[in-house]
């Protein structure tokens, strides 16, 4: 009994220091950054935020821009790597197979328990879409009812939204990265009654499909702050990203890019500088 408990201690010791010695070893993603001076992105494809060509493969987006700006006022560059969902983007960032998540990544608690967020670089105004044929809902109390079949994406931000803003609503789920635009395609051929999500996602299908879809009102149903994320244990690779992005910010950066695809206040909301300039100070320089 004695010997038994003693080689059970050893094993476990052992065991241990096997794990120790691993993790010692193993390079940290802001250790691997830092001497090759290169970010592995991964990337959700969202509309206006984050594209991919299909014959190029360039990337583009105003989150793609400011991805780039963020790395280049480091003196990093940007390796736009994997294609995930946002149901699985912790995987890849735990293995150590990229070293951040760079598309719109809205935090949540749930989210908070598998990865680290940098701060928001801007903040999305959430709607409520529907056909653009559709007259039932003069409020947001309308569609919270059994009859509404509300279309999500698995795993998505907007997912966790629709649930709370419609929960008697049914859910009609489509597979983790699904594209925004098809659940907007869903929505105009009469799959689903309503979509929660941003203007980010549903102006480039607007553009393409005249007419078809449209918000229910005028007033958002709130706000959410996109960052990025990396793994659980990159404090370090979370503080970098964030000073540079507090750089853009101060510089004007993120608001020339915002300004670059046409988006004002009404659509999506810009974080202010740390500090306010003087009025009469303003032109000086």
């Given at each position: ?32 950054v ?16 984050v ?30 790597q ?20 760079c ?23 959430t709607?409520?879409?529907v ?9 947001y ?6 009859n ?33 635009s ?26 393409m499909h005249p007419?078809?879809?449209?918000r ?19 404090g ?29 206040d ?20």
């Amino acid at each position: 009994m004695v010997r038994n408990i003693f080689l059970s201690l050893i094993l476990c010791l052992v065991s241990v220091s096997s794990y120790a010695a691993y993790a010692a070893d193993k390079e940290s993603a802001y250790d691997r950054v830092m001497r090759t001076n290169i970010l592995r992105c991964a990337y959700g494809l969202t509309g206006d935020a984050v594209e991919k060509d299909p014959v190029s493969g360039d990337m583009s987006g105003y989150t793609v821009d400011i991805v780039n700006a963020m790395a280049a006022e480091i003196g990093w560059t940007v390796e736009w790597q994997d294609e995930v969902g946002y149901g699985d983007f912790a995987e890849g960032l735990t293995s150590g197979r990229y070293d951040a998540f760079c598309g719109a990544m809205v935090a949540s608690s749930a989210r908070a328990r598998v990865a680290k967020f940098t701060r928001p670089y801007m903040g999305y105004l959430t709607f409520a879409y529907v056909r653009g044929d559709e007259n039932r809902f003069s409020s947001y109390l309308d569609i919270d009812n059994p009859n509404i079949k509300a279309g999500v994406t698995d795993g998505e931000i907007y997912q966790i939204l629709s649930r709370k803003y419609f929960p008697k609503a049914v859910e009609v789920s489509s597979p983790n990265m699904t594209p925004p635009s098809q659940l907007f395609m869903d929505l105009e051929y009469g799959k689903v009654d309503v979509v929660v999500h941003n203007p980010g996602a549903a102006i480039p299908f607007d553009k393409m499909h005249p007419g078809k879809i449209k918000r229910v009102l005028l007033t958002p149903l709130g706000i959410t702050a996109p960052g990025f994320a990396v793994g659980s244990h990159e404090g370090d690779l979370r503080d970098v990203l964030d000073i540079a992005l507090v750089q853009l910010q101060n510089l004007g950066v993120i608001d020339s890019i915002l300004d670059k695809y046409g988006y004002d206040d009404t659509q999506m909301y810009r974080l202010s500088p740390l500090f306010d300039v003087p009025n009469d100070m303003a032109g000086e320089n």
